[in-house]
Antibody, heavy 122, light 106 residues
Framework: QITLKESGPTLVRPTQTLTLTCTFSGFSLKSDGVGVGWIRQPPGKALDWLGILYWDDSQYYRPSLKTRLTVSWGPAENQSILTLTNADPVDTATYFC??????????????WGPGTVVTVSA | DIQMTQSPSTLSASVGDRVTITCRASQNLNSWLAWYQQKPGKAPKMLIYKASTLESGVPSRFSGSGSGTDFTLTISTLQPDDFATYYCQQYYSSSWTFGQGTKVEI
């Protein structure tokens, strides 16, 4: 069974760096094709795709956030880290991590985490 | 970015109605389009992928069609559990994008 869970601070000050961890089980990031991505949703608004990191370290990001956003593997083998620099109140959102079984697969996403709420405010 | 435009933004319907939501892409997606259902406070649930493939466990009253730039999600007979917000998502490009959502309300 595949599970993912997001964790991190609930409040971040403007200009600080927002860092979230996705801890997963049921798959290995060493498996060919595997990807872990991040999607966010501001309160009352639409889903917003952020980026994805694949097993071979290839990364794809939303162009408008590319200079501020990094998705990396965590210190533990079952973790992915999202780092968003220079946080702004518009970054206030629920952040979801997602699992993709294989690059180029018919399904874009195979599993979602429950999401974690982050508020950017002074 | 590929822009995704959903319509309508809000749809008022009754149990038993046939409901259609459309999604238009700013460029050709072939069939690389998915549909999701989201309820308040929950992660989205995928209903359809590759434009018309029903996800396992999703009721057959949901169907997807289209290719290229124009896509449709149809709920054949609306059930009480179907009142939710629906999103389309393109994954043709390496930078994915979502539509702005369609809220189906009573």
């Amino acid at each position: 069974q595949i599970t993912l869970k997001e964790s991190g601070p609930t409040l971040v000050r403007p200009t600080q760096t927002l860092t979230l961890t996705c801890t997963f089980s049921g798959f290995s990031l060493k498996s060919d094709g595997v990807g872990v991505g991040w999607i966010r949703q501001p309160p009352g608004k639409a889903l917003d795709w952020l980026g994805i990191l694949y097993w071979d370290d290839s990364q794809y990001y939303r162009p408008s956030l590319k200079t501020r956003l990094t998705v990396s593997w965590g210190p533990a083998e079952n973790q992915s880290i999202l780092t968003l620099t220079n946080a702004d109140p518009v970054d206030t959102a629920t952040y979801f991590c997602v699992y993709r079984r294989a690059f180029g697969a018919d399904r874009p996403v195979d599993s979602w985490g429950p999401g974690t709420v982050v508020t950017v405010s002074a | 970015d590929i822009q995704m435009t959903q319509s309508p933004s809000t749809l008022s319907a009754s149990v038993g109605d046939r409901v259609t939501i459309t999604c238009r892409a700013s460029q050709n997606l072939n069939s690389w389009l998915a549909w999701y259902q989201q309820k308040p406070g929950k992660a989205p649930k995928m209903l359809i992928y590759k434009a018309s493939t029903l996800e396992s466990g999703v009721p057959s009253r949901f169907s997807g069609s289209g290719s290229g730039t124009d896509f449709t999600l149809t709920i054949s007979t609306l059930q009480p559990d179907d009142f939710a917000t629906y999103y389309c998502q393109q994954y043709y490009s390496s930078s994915w994008t979502f539509g702005q959502g369609t809220k189906v309300e009573i």
